[in-house]
Structure formats: structure tokens, C-alpha cells
């Protein structure tokens, strides 16, 4: 177990309990969520080690490792993942000034990223801690994604583009992670972080009940300040800052079902996302996910 006496983002102590969240997909525990003050990032208390959280994934309903389509909410997501796996290659290309190149995709699930990637000319290379994911993307897509541990064993300056869709709030090592980001990046490359956004429209709506929250598998949860925070520590800038529109839709629909105890309400999720999203247009703060951009 692990237990902070300080902000694991920013190293400083200004921080005090804010609420308290269930895990709803495997152990049903509650778990306290921590607010630090200088920041403003919150992180999971008391989380399990290393050694020991790999129980809490264990579950069918994990859809990155198990690209399950059991439920409404797991088909919609499929869904709309072509579009949104093609919206992420566009940003790539777009915010790297590169056609081509060399991609590092950590937490990579079952390759479906790697996979549009690939075909669109890039080379790739894959991290993903589960083994029955990287099972599935070697059948899926004959990618032979690696275990994490190798991050610290790959070359200097390698990457034009290291992307993370929703891995860092995973990540225990975080500051070791961040700083060996930056030395895997090549002149000009670009990191893509993909996180919730606590200060969302939608958090605010369903509070301890929001979905992405996800205790405890997430660790921290970030908010634009505490991100800008983390990055300035270790000499790099968010240079960007993109919604994930369909997030918005996805949580709700989720958190309806751990408010309805499993049954839901599409209609209200349904309007809730769509307000978080008008919100965005006003304030990009208020998208229930966002896609940071950030060089070196």
C-alpha cells in the first residue's frame, strides 16, 4: 500500500482529503481521493503497489485489455473508435509536422492504435503491461507489443512521437516515467498524454460517483494546472491542449450506471455529455478528457 505525506505531482504538502470513490469494476472498495492545494492535482490514497494492483484489472469489463462488447456502453464505444483512431493520426501527423515516422505507444492495450499507425507508414514499437492484451494484438494484428520494464532500455532520442491514451493516471513510477519521456524524444517529436480532467463539467455533475475516476487503477487525476506542474519540473511545455469529444458521452453513460447501480439512464448521460462538450467550447477546462501536446 501506498501512502503519500505529499503531492506526488508536485512534491509539495499542502494537501487534504476531497472525497471518496468506489472501485465499481472488480473489488467494490471505497478508496479516499486527495486534493493538493499548490497544484490542484488529486491522487487515490492508500493505492495498492506495483506488485499488488494488477488484481484490480482483472476484469472482463476492462476494455482496453479486453476490447470486450458486452453491454450498450462497450458497443458504443467500438462504435466510434475507427473515427477516433483516425482523429488520433491526424493529431500526430499534424502536431509532429511528419507524415512518417517513429511512434512509441505505451500502454498500447491490444494495438488497435499501433494497427492505424502502421498502416499509415510509421514504425512502431508497443508497451503494454497485461499479457492477454498483448496476446490479443498479436492475434488481432500481428503486433508484437512489449512489457513495459523495456521503456529504460530503449535508445535516446528514438521517438518523433511517444503517445499515452489514458496510461499516465496508471503509472506509480510517475516522475521516472515523465523524465524518460523526454530523453526517448527526437528533435522536434512531440508527446501526446491523453488523462481525465477532473475540472470537467460532467465531474462536477456525478462527483464521487464519476466514472473516471476509477479508483484505484487510477493513481492521479489531473487537472490543466497540475499537468503544465508536472511538465515544468522536468523541462518540458504542454504546447497544446484538444478535447476528447465522445469521452464526455462514454463517462456519463458509465457513472449513470454506478449512480442506477448497473441500470442506467442513456437518455440523461446522453445530455449531460452533450453539455459537457458545450461547455468546452467555451473553456477547454470543462471536456471530461483532453489530449495534451508537449515537446521538449
Known amino acids: 500500500m501506498v501512502h503519500y505525506s505529499h503531492c506526488p505531482v508536485c512534491k509539495k504538502e499542502s494537501i487534504a482529503r476531497a472525497l471518496s470513490a468506489e472501485?465499481?469494476?472488480?473489488?467494490?472498495?471505497?478508496?479516499e481521493?486527495?486534493?493538493?492545494n499548490s497544484c490542484s492535482a488529486r491522487f487515490t490514497q492508500d493505492i495498492p503497489g506495483q506488485e499488488a494492483i494488477g488484481a484490480f484489472y482483472a476484469s472482463e469489463n476492462y476494455i482496453s485489455h479486453s476490447d470486450?462488447?458486452?453491454?450498450?456502453?462497450?458497443?458504443?464505444y467500438h462504435a466510434?473508435?475507427?473515427?477516433?483512431?483516425?482523429?488520433k493520426m491526424q493529431l500526430v501527423k499534424r502536431e509532429t509536422a511528419r507524415q512518417q515516422g517513429a511512434l512509441l505507444d505505451i500502454g498500447c492495450g491490444t494495438g488497435a492504435f499501433l494497427d492505424t499507425m502502421q498502416h499509415a507508414g510509421w514504425q512502431i514499437t508497443g508497451l503494454e503491461p497485461d499479457e492477454q492484451a498483448r496476446k490479443r494484438a498479436a492475434a488481432l494484428y500481428n503486433i508484437k507489443a512489449q512489457e513495459p520494464g523495456i521503456l529504460f532500455q530503449l535508445a535516446p532520442g528514438s521517438f518523433d512521437a511517444i503517445t499515452m491514451w489514458h496510461v499516465l493516471e496508471h503509472?506509480?513510477?510517475l516522475h521516472e516515467y515523465v523524465a524518460q519521456l523526454k530523453k526517448l524524444l527526437s528533435?522536434?517529436?512531440?508527446?501526446f498524454?491523453?488523462?481525465?480532467?477532473?475540472?470537467s463539467y460532467d465531474s462536477s455533475v456525478y462527483k464521487e460517483h464519476w466514472a473516471a475516476y476509477d479508483v484505484p487503477r487510477h493513481l492521479y487525476h489531473f487537472s490543466p494546472q497540475s499537468m503544465n506542474t508536472l511538465m515544468q519540473m522536468h523541462g518540458l511545455k504542454v504546447n497544446a491542449v484538444h478535447p476528447m469529444w465522445f469521452d464526455s458521452f462514454y463517462v456519463s453513460m458509465l457513472s449513470e450506471q454506478y449512480i442506477n447501480k448497473g441500470r442506467g439512464n442513456l437518455a440523461r448521460a446522453a445530455i449531460r455529455g452533450l453539455v459537457s462538450n458545450i461547455k468546452t467550447l467555451f473553456s477547454k477546462n470543462k471536456c471530461s478528457s483532453v489530449?495534451?501536446?508537449i515537446s521538449a
Not at 68 to 76: A, D, F, Q, S
Not at 80 to 87: D, Q
Open 23 to 31: 472501485d465499481y469494476t472488480v473489488s467494490h472498495q471505497r478508496f
Open 68 to 76: 470486450t462488447k458486452e453491454g450498450l456502453v462497450n458497443r458504443l
Open 291 to 293: 489530449i495534451y501536446v
Open 193 to 199: 498524454i491523453a488523462v481525465p480532467n477532473y475540472t
Open 80 to 87: 466510434v473508435r475507427k473515427r477516433t483512431l483516425r482523429s
Open 187 to 191: 528533435e522536434g517529436g512531440r508527446i
Open 171 to 173: 503509472v506509480h513510477d
Open 33 to 36: 481521493i486527495w486534493h493538493c
